[in-house]
């Protein structure tokens, strides 16, 4: 099995594909509250990860936005789509 780190540098490579920027930053010293997470920022699709998370958050902030998107037309590491579809599963059976 793939240690974190090269699992989250396959999910970054997916985002990337999906022009999704992914940036590691410390949300601790933001003037107002910011939670790591997918949004739109200038038109741009961003994911904000805060580096006091540890990378199993990190995994799974990135895998829920990819969720959201088309990933049939790209190349996707087996892992990722197997997990995005055992969470489908799991979904409905909820």
Not at 26 to 51: A, M, P, V
Not at 70 to 86: C, G, P, Q, S, T
């Amino acid at each position: 099995m793939q240690n974190i780190e090269s699992r989250i540098q396959d999910l970054k490579e997916v985002a990337e594909k999906l022009s999704i920027k992914v940036e590691v930053a410390n949300l601790n010293d933001q003037e107002f509250s910011i939670q790591s997470g997918y949004c739109k920022l200038n038109g741009e699709d961003l994911i904000i990860l805060d580096k006091n998370l540890p990378e199993e958050e990190h995994m799974t902030v990135i895998l829920n936005t990819l969720k959201k998107f088309d990933l049939n037309n790209i190349y996707v590491a087996d892992w990722i789509r197997e997990k995005i579809e055992d969470d489908k599963t799991a979904g409905a059976q909820s």
